[in-house]
């Protein structure tokens, strides 16, 4: 009899919220089929961008070079550059590249030295360039007189190191873009009407600031693969947040994806090692674990809903001591490491402050993954609370596409939290459970 009472309500709360939708579909003018229509309109701009950003690249790094093009301007006198971020270990290296610019840092070239070479140069050494300029102000430097072949292959990799940055960047943006889309086109009818327009505001946001301020090269590793990876961090962050929200055990399998690409974030970046350690023994075992823990427990009237409970007030408390333990240990313990990192551009106080808010953000992370694992609603407190701390660090680290990922985390975790609160309420028996798991 219960049971018929809740289903009876279950549908009378569809039918109210179907109501609502349609009267907001009336006042707005706006129908099913033309927003759907709009949605694969858009999924299908975002494919044509692509594509069309994807061959604009490709014709121009295969584009001729003809060397009577570029005329010799007069020599330029090269600086050396960045000599602090140099660390090479004899041991493990046999060349040491050099940087070189000219004075107003527009013009640049590298040199390979062996080790005694190396150990000659000085501190001021300069270089009497030869620079090539053709009548587009595209300018390539050499350290000698240069071959008709040296300026094509000088001229070629010029080009391609312009397209990666521009045109192909965009292209991979478009593509990520797309990809969101998608996920609302043709899985639409898993999502409610916010979920929609949440998941394609946060996508639109960072698609628009990856445009505005695209990223630069890091520890030897081109801007646009950094770019690839933070789009592809905030896609499969808010997809699997979403999925967290409606109580699906499917988010875990998106999360694996996500710990993946954040392991390769923090190792091409050379960063956030306790991150990086947490994601790899911890995050990617307790989502599988947890995948299997939320399939055993469906709720007893929908199967895709998973049940889930709250913590009693004395955990709380330990929760919070916890937490200010282990800020305090494992941050000072990193900042014992030496980073050699370029993201900080050698600010040492910065790189202590990430490390304690490093740590922070990992404990409580992990606390998150397991009042994920057992199902407890205080697991929206605890990524509230690191989204905070990843977005000041995002901040200090100048990862500005980062951001509407934490905008859309501190959003949706308020969202979840709803959303999981009026479910205990409703079924106030997930209280009584004594199961740890």
């Known amino acids: ?26 006042r707005t003018g706006i129908r099913k089929p033309v927003l759907r229509a709009l949605l694969l309109l858009g999924f299908c701009a975002a494919i044509v961008l692509t594509l069309i950003f994807t061959v604009i690249g490709i014709v121009k790094v295969a584009a001729p070079v003809d060397p009577a093009d570029y005329v010799r301007d007069e020599t330029t006198v090269f600086y050396r550059q960045n000599m602090d971020e140099e660390d090479f270990d004899p041991e493990e290296e046999t060349v040491f590249p050099v940087e070189y610019a000219d004075e ?71 593509l990520i873009l797309s990809a969101s889309m998608a996920v609302i086109v043709f899985f639409g009818k898993h999502f409610s009407s916010y979920e929609k327009i949440w998941f394609l505001s946060i996508m ?22 950094i770019m690839l990876l933070y789009l592809l961090d905030t896609f499969l962050n808010i997809l699997c947040e979403l999925l967290i929200s409606k109580q699906s055990k499917w988010n875990f399998i998106v999360s694996v994806f996500v710990e993946i690409t954040e392991i390769l974030i923090c190792v091409v970046l050379m960063y956030r090692f306790a991150t990086l350690a947490s994601t790899l023994f911890f995050w990617l075992p307790c989502d599988i674990i947890s995948f299997i823990n939320w399939h055993k427990k469906p709720d007893r009237e929908e199967d895709e809903l998973t049940r889930v409970r709250t913590l009693k007030g004395w955990q709380e408390v330990l929760v919070l001591v916890g937490i200010v333990v282990w800020t305090l240990g494992i941050g000072y313990l990193l900042t014992r490491i030496d980073l050699q ?25 992990i606390l998150n993954g397991l009042a994920i694992l057992f199902r407890f609603r205080e697991q929206w407190v605890c990524w509230f609370v690191e989204a905070i701390l990843e977005g000041a660090m995002n901040i200090i680290a100048g990862q500005w596409v980062l ?3 934490k905008i859309g985390y501190m959003t949706n975790c ?24």
């Open 104 to 174: 107003s840092g527009e013009i640049s070239f590298t040199v390979n030295y062996t080790e005694e070479e190396y150990d000659r140069i000085g501190e001021n050494e300069i270089f009497d360039g030869f620079v090539y300029v053709n009548e587009d102000g595209a300018a390539v430097a050499f350290t000698a007189e240069p071959t008709e072949t040296d300026i094509i292959r000088a001229a070629r990799d010029l080009y391609a190191d312009e397209a990666k940055e521009g045109v192909f960047s965009q292209a991979l943006t478009f």
């Open 403 to 405: 951001l509407p990922l």
């Open 341 to 365: 990192t370029e993201i900080f551009g050698g600010n040492e106080v910065l790189e202590n402050i990430v490390c304690y808010m490093d740590a922070c953000a990992t404990v409580v992370g």
């Open 414 to 437: 308020t969202y979840g939290y709803i959303q999981w609160t009026k479910y205990i309420k409703k079924h106030p028996e997930v209280l009584e459970e004594k199961s740890i798991l």
């Open 1 to 26: 009899m219960n049971n018929e009472n809740n289903v009876k309500n279950q549908n009378s709360g569809e039918t109210i919220a179907a109501n609502k939708l349609a009267k907001i579909y009336e």
């Open 204 to 225: 639109l946001l960072a698609t628009i600031v990856s445009v505005l301020v695209p990223e630069e090269a890091c520890n030897g590793v081109s801007g646009i693969w």
